[in-house]
């Protein structure tokens, strides 16, 4: 009776609706959100989840939204069940959820649609037409297409080789790129060609570039990025038009993929690697992206990974400060053709490119800084006036994203025995200390929750990972040796 009480309350307390109601609902589900990127992890929450959005909370019915339906779609199949959990543990009076679509929301002026179909909530369990994939109609095509799931997304006409700045660290792709993209019709080369990079440092401008010199070369080219990819794939089995999509797609000359990394599901994983296969057999080219090397696509089904890796792996590595500065160069130079009188000293786009070594998308933003610097207050650019103008660039830099493989890698190769070791079901001691220091590190150091640690350390459960972490931490205390090694271990991870 009290439950129900304190559900009424809430219930009568959210339909308020004034300011302090509002940010304490604002800071509930801020809470909400940091709860299922801890459970589910930093890739699947940046993927899926990091674009939902609370909309409405009223007499104790919830409305998330998404950008797009595909997304709907697909938290819907795959996350619902633990979003309401998670939901619940912070509004405890929700009786019931409902998932929008922001793009198709009502625009004032504009008359009301349908609403959305709601999920009821009853005790611990969720039942309703959103528990599963919402249908999608015939007529409702993906925004931006031609009611065609296989039409791919467009290709940007500004990036191609041309363009595209060279430099030590990108030559190798680049040149691998090229030579597909102009390799004679009914042939192969490196197939597939398998690039990967961290974000802004090329990858997608050399796909784009790709897929631009074939189309102008005559032969079929398809962009997909994974999204698409798997838009298309699910759209066709609710369609029951898979068997034509399967054939349309493995009918082209080049197919590219972009951040395969976010290929998600078993049933996609296992069409996409036939797909592959299809493509290759038939001595058709295949270009693949992503943000690390097939081997560390730890959710990939292992067959994908294999063929994946059996073409030619090219790694974009981070922009050295020569590239950087010829990237900047560029990008002053088309801006300074639209804009007559700006200029940027040599000085300048040295200290700028010392300044900014992340990638080459804050160069972009760097280069806009100070166009608007100099237009809105009429002066030189300056290394002073540059300073200023970037400083949130280089303040706001985000800190390294830090791997459970790396931690692997590294604590293995510091205490002489192999990542497969680690993952083992060895019990030596020479073994098992690495292992749970491994452990300990993963659980500092990364987002990922006690499940998924032991998952990527050979399926190991929870309370493994739990003692491990534990008993370092107590080893911690009293040990200065072990204490200075997990130190250094952490510098070393974090630079």
């Known amino acids: 009776m009290a439950k129900r009480d304190e559900a009424t309350a809430a219930r009568a307390y959210w339909s308020q609706g004034d300011v302090a109601d509002r940010e304490a609902i604002g800071e509930a589900w801020v809470r909400v959100k940091r709860r299922l990127r801890a459970e589910v992890g ?20 919830a409305s998330l939204s998404v950008p797009t339906r595909f997304l709907k779609s697909w938290i819907e199949a795959h996350y619902l069940d633990r979003i309401v959990t998670t939901f619940r543990s912070e509004f405890a009076g929700v009786s019931g959820i409902a998932i929008t679509v922001r793009s198709a929301l009502r625009e004032p002026g504009q008359p009301a649609r349908r609403p959305a179909p709601r999920l009821v909530v009853e005790g611990g369990g969720a039942t309703g037409p959103l528990g599963g994939p919402q249908p999608v109609a015939a007529t409702s095509p993906l925004p931006g297409s031609d009611r065609d799931e296989f039409a791919g997304a467009p290709l940007d006409g500004r ?10 660290s990108n030559a190798l ?34 796909l784009h570039a790709a897929g631009n010199a074939a189309r102008i070369d005559g032969r079929r080219a398809i962009y997909l990025t994974a999204d698409r990819f798997m838009y298309g794939f699910v759209a066709s089995l609710k369609a029951q038009t898979s068997h034509a999509f399967k054939e349309r797609l493995r ?32 001595g058709r080219q295949v270009v693949v992206a992503a943000d690390r090397p097939p081997s560390e696509l730890e959710s990939m089904d292992e067959r994908v990974r294999s063929r994946l890796a059996g073409g030619l792996v090219v790694e974009i590595a981070p922009l050295d400060e020569d590239l950087r500065i010829g990237i900047l160069s560029q990008r002053l130079t088309a801006v300074a053709a639209a804009h007559p009188g700006f200029e940027v000293s040599p000085a300048v786009v040295s200290y700028v ?26 002066t030189a650019v300056t290394i002073e006036t540059a300073e200023t103008a970037i400083r949130d660039l280089v303040r ?36 098992v200390k690495p292992r749970q220091i491994a452990m300990y590190l993963s659980k500092v150091l990364t987002l ?8 990527r350390f050979g399926g190991r459960d929870h309370t493994t990972v739990l003692h491990a972490v534990r008993k370092i931490e107590k080893a ?20």
Request: charged share 25%; glycine share 8%.
């Open 448 to 455: 990922r929750s006690l499940p998924e640690i032991g998952r």
């Open 42 to 61: 930093e890739d699947v929450f940046t993927s899926w989840l990091a674009r939902l959005e609370l909309s409405g909370l009223e007499n104790g019915q």
């Open 173 to 206: 792709a680049q040149a691998a790129a090229e030579r597909i993209a102009q390799n004679d019709r009914g042939t192969a080369l490196y197939n597939p060609l398998y690039i990967h990079a961290g974000v802004g440092l090329g990858k997608t401008h050399l």
């Open 251 to 282: 009918g082209i000359d080049l197919l590219i993929i972009d951040d395969v990394q976010f290929i998600q599901g078993k049933t996609i994983q296992q069409e996409f690697g036939h797909t592959l296969n299809a493509l290759i057999d038939a």
């Open 353 to 378: 490119a010392n300044a900014i070594s992340t990638n080459g998308r804050d160069l972009e933003g760097a280069v806009n800084r100070l166009l608007a610097h100099a237009t809105l207050t009429g």
């Open 396 to 431: 706001n830099r985000e800190p390294k994203r830090i791997r459970i493989e790396d931690i692997q890698k590294l604590v293995a190769s510091r205490y002489n025995v192999s990542r497969s070791d680690i993952l083992s079901e060895r019990r030596t001691a020479a073994v």
């Open 476 to 495: 911690l205390d009293g040990d200065t040796t072990l204490s200075e090694e997990v130190e250094l271990l952490k510098r070393m991870l974090q630079e």
């Open 159 to 168: 990036l191609t080789f041309d363009s595209f700045v060279l430099g030590r």
